[in-house]
């Protein structure tokens, strides 16, 4: 049974207006510590609150029961598309985040200066986090000395302080790879390795990036304190139907940080540069309304603040993100989703398992009669708990965007 | 898509402690009947309350929507293991439950005397319930007369009242094959034959069952009224992966019955003899706390008075539970999960395909407000209603023994 396919073949073109809005990490759980209240709960949101009434609420289970994804698993999911049959190498999504287009059979990596001993082994896996500059002055180099390994092109561009991307572009190849990272200080740089034995085409990636190691480490060597690198998530695009295909779609991505531009572009969302706070990018949204149906729209800092165990700061975050909200609602859109793309508990300091909440708003996602936007209301809400790949479908069946199966 | 392995990979060795505590068909049904109360309900549960304020919970499907279980896949379920996938025959689990290690290959049959006529028709299925002692010295002479078919060794042993089992071990056998018994008395004792006819193992184990007969019943005529005998569930255990290779965890059970003693054996679990109440199961717990990440502690009771319809039995049998839950908390574990194999509502007087609630405690299983641990009140938790196989990985995940997802 394939279900994307009759999916797809319900649908109709109806050029909707939908929102997807992420607030990055927004689940949380009430704990003792915090008067059993979570983030949302202790917030005060009445731009929400209002919008709750009109609305359907549920739980999102990222990926299966259980388990934690990343950003890049969680944000696939979103998208509809389901994160274990699609699994992309943190090394593209870095790739893309920086703006670069990737083409089929590209192998891409993520990479960071380290600080290596005279005997060859990591003493910081971070290079003293170098500046910015310092990092594209060091690629610069690499960049100009380096620009072809046999056939295989080799695409070098810098990212914010230590971090750098490898991108080899060439024929048969084929990722993942084994990270050169050995994950702590005090052992040497890895080799590479193909993570099947059996791919011819792993197997000569791996080689190239143990041949680019040996070209790239003399260039390197004597400064001070990148005088290294480790390379991670070597892996190369996967075949991944885009958003118009599959949804009859015109997506367009509004986020601020480079992961969220990659993932978006990833399933061919336009990508916006520009907007730096969630009242730009909403007021971006405003302008960009016209030319697209669909606007995902990622706002990070609930993340941050989880991650960081600050509960006071996630919750003001979602204030904010809340204070922000009229502007989005100055335009008549379709469908509102509004969710995260995982749970980060403040009490976890980091990604978590639990079912993130979900608000769904249109004319005909009914109300659930809820006052508030909250993980304990949602529990209770008509969307129930679903994984979360089903949510696009929700929204364009609030959409109108299918037709009726069978007769 | 293998969902298993994804989980197997992300599995981390963190050496948890762990408890998943099973009171036999816990869940049941409000009814008119019983004030729209059910035992959970009516109960006076102080300890559990106290322990829901900190808890999350939900409702677990046994096997599927509608489908009422048997104990073997009720259990099956609660240990992560599809019980459509893995389905064991009674006959095994049987032959377990009385302590004898199956081998691979081993073919299982549960079988009971009977009486038959003169004209080899069954009478009396079950022999007039003969005592104990009887079985045992029936089983002896056969045993004694019975070692071995051809290259096949021939086990019998007795179990309570007319109930016995019989292993066959030998090279190239397989079940599972059809009954013996003929299910009603006025028939014949039915030849056994292969399940699937393609099979050459079960056709070479249906051959060996039958002659079996030939040799065994002369042996028992004349006795009185234990002449005959008919088998069921004839089966060999399937290759199921241990607990300890699936979940990196070491497993015990704290279990009364053989039943379950049987099938927590047949996933590796360690069988622990002597307690024979649940306060001296929760006392054996805390002196082999140590030696174990997880333990299974079942409580029969709750079934067995769903089964005799005995609302108030049942309702004290909770209670019962609920005084000795101390003697557990008196150690500091990281997941606590309650919950039943199925439901054994009173109305029903049997096993049901009701979800059964389930209570899950951790420090990350968050509150979800709930005052008591209830079948109303679980339909509302965080954990939603599930398959019953998903809990194990719940259990995991609050254990912190899952890596992260992708990047």
Not at 139 to 145: E, F, G, P, T
Not at 221 to 230: D, E, I, M, S, V
Not at 254 to 269: D, E, I, S
């Given at each position: 049974m394939n279900l994307d396919a009759e999916y797809s073949k319900l649908t109709l073109d109806t050029?909707?207006?939908?929102?997807?809005?992420?607030?990055?990490?927004?689940?949380?759980?009430?704990?003792?510590?915090?008067?059993?209240?979570?983030?949302?709960?202790?917030?005060?949101?009445?731009?929400?609150?209002?919008?709750?009434?009109d609305s359907a609420q549920?739980?999102?289970?990222?990926?299966?029961?259980?388990?934690?994804?990343?950003?890049?698993?969680?944000?696939?999911?979103?998208?509809?598309?389901?994160?274990?049959?699609?699994?992309?190498?943190?090394?593209?999504?870095?790739?893309?985040?920086?703006?670069?287009?990737?083409?089929?059979?590209?192998?891409?990596a993520r990479a960071n200066f380290c600080t290596i001993n005279e005997k060859g082994l990591v003493t910081d896996r971070r290079a003293g986090r170098i500046p910015t500059e310092k990092c594209e002055e060091l690629?610069?180099?690499?960049?100009?000395?380096i620009k072809k390994i046999g056939d295989t092109e080799v695409i070098i561009r810098p990212g914010k302080e230590h971090?750098?991307?490898?991108?080899?572009?060439?024929?048969?190849?084929?990722?993942?790879?084994?990270?050169?990272?050995?994950?702590?200080?005090?052992?040497?740089i890895a080799v590479v390795k193909a993570q099947n034995a059996k791919s011819a085409k792993q197997k000569k990636a791996a080689k190239l990036v143990n041949d680019f190691y040996k070209l790239a480490l003399p260039l390197l060597?004597?400064?001070?304190?990148?005088?290294?690198?480790?390379m991670r998530g070597i892996a190369h695009q996967p075949a991944i139907p885009t958003f118009?295909?599959?949804?009859?779609?015109?997506?367009?991505?509004?986020?601020?940080?480079?992961?969220?531009?990659?993932?978006?572009?990833?399933?061919?969302?336009?990508?916006?540069?520009?907007?730096?706070?969630?009242?730009?990018?909403?007021?971006?949204?405003l302008l960009e309304y016209e030319k697209y149906d669909f606007f995902f729209i990622h706002f990070k800092y609930t993340d941050k603040h989880g991650e960081d165990g600050n509960f006071d700061a996630k919750k003001k975050a979602i204030e904010e993100f809340d204070a922000a909200l009229p502007i989005l609602l100055g335009k008549k859109l379709d469908v509102i989703a509004i969710t995260g793309d995982h749970s980060t508990p403040c009490k976890i300091k980091g990604h978590s398992w639990h079912p993130q909440p979900v608000l769904l708003h249109s004319?005909?996602?009914?109300?659930?009669?809820?006052?508030?936007?909250?993980?304990?209301?949602?529990?209770?809400?008509?969307?129930?708990?679903?994984?979360?790949?089903?949510?696009?479908?929700?929204m364009q069946a609030n959409a109108k965007m299918f037709d009726k199966f069978g007769a």
């Open positions: 050029k909707p207006k939908m929102a997807l809005i992420v607030l990055d990490g927004l689940g949380d759980i009430a704990t003792k510590e915090q008067q059993y209240m979570t983030p949302l709960e202790a917030a005060r949101t009445p731009n929400l609150d209002a919008l709750t009434k549920g739980r999102m289970i990222p990926v299966a029961p259980g388990i934690t994804p990343g950003s890049g698993p969680g944000h696939l999911g979103l998208f509809g598309y389901d994160p274990i049959e699609f699994q992309v190498g943190r090394g593209v999504i870095e790739t893309l985040g920086l703006g670069i287009e990737l083409k089929s059979g590209d192998v891409a690629c610069k180099i690499l960049a100009s000395k971090r750098f991307v490898v991108v080899f572009r060439g024929k048969g190849l084929e990722g993942p790879l084994t990270d050169s990272d050995p994950n702590r200080e005090g052992l040497p060597k004597g400064k001070q304190p990148a005088n290294g690198f480790l118009q295909e599959r949804y009859k779609l015109r997506p367009v991505c509004l986020a601020v940080y480079p992961m969220y531009k990659g993932l978006a572009q990833l399933v061919g969302m336009v990508k916006i540069e520009g907007p730096q706070t969630i009242r730009e990018q909403f007021e971006r949204f004319p005909y996602s009914g109300s659930d009669k809820l006052q508030r936007f909250t993980e304990t209301g949602a529990n209770t809400g008509s969307l129930g708990i679903f994984e979360a790949k089903y949510l696009i479908r929700l």
